[in-house]
T-cell receptor, first 113, second 116 residues
């Protein structure tokens, strides 16, 4: 059983450009989460899906951020008009049911220059 | 709103010794889960141990054990026989059983260094 997979692992982009990250959860996990982590901080919740439904979004998720999970499988996180403050690691995680262990991917590093 | 506080930004321990990492949390809920995650320098977050709030017995996983004090809202992690591979950031995390149903709230972490 493969773990949570994230691509790309690293992305450097110019301010104002759009970027998209992809997450492939563990097979059959119906919950998928996105977190953001900056250096020296713990991860901060962004949003989560149960199957294809986006059930909760954090206030951190501005209107420049959009996440999708078509067909309840992989998910994408798009950031439009990137700003330097968006520089962070974006973590994807998945779990089977509420309360079950949440498994994390290795993260996607974003650097906005 | 729930919060998680880790008061020790950094700790160090000699190999083979025991170390305890502290965590306190604040919630008005009675049903919830608590976790310790480890994030080595390679950055992937790995679950170390979990505790269901309704269980009075403290969870253990090999060299890792917790001291869960529900009334005090305290959830410390004890690492016995520390190994060099235990060097990592350790995050305490809270998950509400109901309500928002499932997002983890993390503390800021404790950086643990195991010295040879």
């Amino acid at each position: 059983d493969t773990g949570v997979s994230q691509n790309p692992r690293h992305k450097i982009t110019k301010r104002g450009q759009n970027v998209t990250f992809r997450c492939d959860p563990i097979s059959e996990h119906n919950r998928l989460y996105w977190y953001r982590q900056t250096l020296g901080q713990g991860p901060e919740f962004l949003t989560y899906f149960q199957n294809e439904a986006q059930l909760e979004k954090s206030r951190l998720l501005s209107d420049r951020f959009s996440a999708e999970r078509p067909k309840g499988s992989f998910s994408t996180l798009e950031i439009q008009r990137t700003e330097q403050g968006d520089s962070a690691m974006y973590l994807c995680a998945s779990s089977f049911l509420v309360g079950n262990t949440i498994y994390f991917g290795e993260g996607s590093w974003l650097t906005v220059v | 709103a729930q919060t998680v506080t880790q008061s020790q930004p950094e700790m160090s321990v000699q190999e083979a010794e025991t170390v305890t990492l502290s965590c306190t949390y604040d919630t008005s809920e009675s049903n919830y889960y608590l976790f310790w995650y480890k994030q080595p320098p390679s950055r992937q977050m790995i679950l170390v141990i979990r505790q269901e709030a309704y269980k009075q017995q403290n969870a253990t996983e090999n060299r890792f054990s917790v001291n869960f004090q529900k009334a005090a809202k305290s959830f410390s992690l004890k690492i016995s026989d520390s190994q060099l591979g235990d060097t990592a950031m350790y995050f305490c995390a809270f998950m509400n059983y109901g309500g928002s149903q499932g997002n983890l709230i993390f503390g800021k972490g404790t950086k643990l260094s195991v010295k040879p």
